[in-house]
């Protein structure tokens, strides 16, 4: 659980925040994301703002000492319980119980939420000293050991289930065919889908779209980019395939895309400028077969999101440091042409760096 220092009151109300700083996640939030949530923490206590429905379900794995403050309707028949609050109308009521719980009104309060949160809590008479949400970033780019352990599993589940996909695919089962096994298996093995790109042919240059009804055929570039989420944290893998024989074309552009991919996963270590490793990435992909390629980025953090602090893009100057969990991918989309790519999840380790994916990086090649 985060505490924050110095005497502050920190509020989270993201709801991958509130899930770092207490261990809470709300399925309610999956049907509403405009249901709102808070965590209120200083270095002494934490108190948990959410709707009255999830009461009962934040207690179960809230730890002892949080105070959980309900808002809303909802009706439990069961006995009061110590660590459950009074009743409150609206989210602003229940709030301003737990400010008055844990600071007075000169307390240093910091938070991630918006400007018009902020000038909810000068309302309330309190005066927010600042925003927490660099104070998140830096303390959430450096993973933890319980984070790294979900993190590893994350990947290891995401790769089983593409490998075998891979192994029974087969020319004419569709894209939703292919979607459908990964994400079956993610759920059999108690992770839940988040994405399953899995685009061929012409469409295998559409970013990040979804699969459609299209038969896979020969000739076709295969792209497949799959995410899950393992107790909140993501995974992030992707892997190109071939049915039949690839021309010349597309085993030079996948040869360049692999040197880059290559570069870049060897250059992950501590002390490395973000935007050194962009930059020689994407020369090594212009030196290896694609001399007008441009990226925007090469890789990205991953944790409680699947896009994280840091960005490896060409303007970021922050330092790699140990702790840090990078997702490394150098794709390649060509229009009317096709796209490829692999993605690899690294963590960054004292002297270098070690890959929480195995996976083959090689071409795919399924019979036409």
Same mark, same amino acid.
């Given at each position: 659980?985060?505490?924050s220092?110095?005497?502050?009151?920190?509020?989270?109300?993201?709801?991958?925040?509130?899930?770092f700083?207490?261990?809470?996640r709300s399925?309610?939030?999956d049907?509403?994301?405009?249901?709102?949530?808070?965590?209120?923490?200083?270095?002494?206590?934490?108190?948990?703002?959410g709707?009255?429905?999830?009461?009962?379900?934040?207690?179960?794995?809230?730890?002892?000492?949080?105070?959980?403050?309900?808002?809303?309707?909802f009706h439990?028949?069961?006995?009061?319980?110590?660590?459950i609050?009074n009743?409150?109308?609206?989210?602003?009521?229940?709030?301003?119980?737990?400010l008055?719980?844990?600071?007075?009104?000169?307390?240093?309060?910091?938070? /991630?939420?918006n /400007?018009?949160?902020?000038d909810g809590l000068?309302?309330?008479?309190?005066?927010p000293q600042?925003?927490?949400?660099?104070?998140?970033?830096?303390?959430?780019?450096?993973?933890?050991?319980?984070?790294?352990?979900?993190?590893r599993?994350?990947s290891?589940?995401?790769?089983?289930?593409?490998r075998?996909?891979?192994a029974?695919?087969?020319?004419?089962?569709?894209?939703l /065919?292919v979607?459908?096994?990964?994400?079956?298996?993610?759920?059999?093995?108690?992770?839940?889908?988040?994405?399953?790109?899995?685009?061929s042919?012409?469409?295998?240059a559409?970013?990040?779209?979804?699969?459609s009804?299209?038969?896979?055929?020969?000739?076709?570039i295969?792209?497949?980019?799959?995410?899950?989420?393992f107790h909140?944290?993501?995974?992030?893998?992707?892997r190109t395939?071939?049915?039949?024989?690839?021309?010349?074309?597309?085993i030079?552009?996948f040869?360049?895309?692999?040197?880059?991919?290559?570069h870049?996963?060897a250059?992950?270590r501590?002390?490395v400028?973000?935007s050194?490793?962009f930059?020689?990435?994407?020369?090594t992909?212009?030196?290896?077969?694609?001399?007008?390629?441009?990226?925007?980025?090469?890789?990205?953090?991953?944790?409680?999101?699947?896009?994280?602090?840091?960005?490896?893009?060409p303007?970021?100057?922050?330092l790699?440091a140990?702790?840090?969990?990078?997702?490394?991918?150098?794709?390649?989309?060509?229009?009317?042409?096709?796209?490829?790519?692999?993605e690899d999840?690294?963590?960054?380790?004292?002297h270098?760096?070690?890959s929480l994916?195995?996976?083959?990086?090689?071409?795919?090649i399924?019979?036409a």
């Amino acid at each position: 659980m985060a505490r924050s220092g110095g005497g502050a009151l920190l509020i989270a109300t993201q709801p991958h925040h509130v899930f770092f700083c207490c261990g809470f996640r709300s399925a309610l939030y999956d049907t509403d994301p405009h249901l709102r949530m808070a965590v209120l923490f200083n270095d002494r206590d934490v108190v948990v703002i959410g709707h009255k429905a999830d009461a009962w379900s934040a207690i179960a794995v809230l730890p002892e000492e949080c105070v959980y403050i309900p808002y809303g309707r909802f009706h439990f028949d069961a006995p009061a319980h110590p660590s459950i609050g009074n009743d409150h109308g609206r989210f602003e009521q229940a709030l301003a119980t737990g400010l008055r719980q844990l600071a007075g009104r000169s307390c240093n309060v910091m938070t /991630d939420s918006n /400007d018009a949160f902020c000038d909810g809590l000068l309302k309330m008479g309190f005066q927010p000293q600042g925003r927490g949400l660099p104070l998140f970033t830096e303390i959430r780019a450096v993973k933890q050991e319980t984070e790294i352990g979900l993190l590893r599993q994350a990947s290891a589940l995401t790769e089983r289930a593409l490998r075998n996909a891979l192994a029974n695919l087969k020319a004419g089962d569709t894209e939703l /065919d292919v979607e459908a096994a990964i994400t079956a298996e993610i759920i059999r093995s108690g992770a839940r889908p988040g994405f399953a790109v899995v685009t061929s042919g012409e469409r295998s240059a559409l970013v990040d779209c979804y699969s459609s009804p299209r038969p896979i055929a020969g000739r076709d570039i295969l792209r497949i980019d799959v995410g899950c989420t393992f107790h909140g944290y993501w995974s992030d893998t992707a892997r190109t395939a071939f049915v039949g024989d690839p021309s010349a074309e597309v085993i030079s552009a996948f040869h360049a895309i692999s040197a880059g991919d290559s570069h870049a996963r060897a250059s992950v270590r501590p002390g490395v400028k973000a935007s050194d490793l962009f930059h020689e990435t994407v020369a090594t992909v212009r030196h290896s077969g694609l001399p007008d390629f441009q990226r925007h980025h090469v890789g990205h953090g991953l944790g409680l999101e699947a896009h994280e602090f840091p960005t490896l893009g060409p303007d970021t100057t922050e330092l790699l440091a140990e702790g840090m969990v990078i997702n490394v991918e150098v794709p390649y989309y060509r229009p009317g042409w096709g796209g490829m790519m692999t993605e690899d999840t690294l963590l960054v380790t004292r002297h270098g760096n070690e890959s929480l994916t195995s996976l083959d990086r090689q071409l795919y090649i399924i019979a036409a």
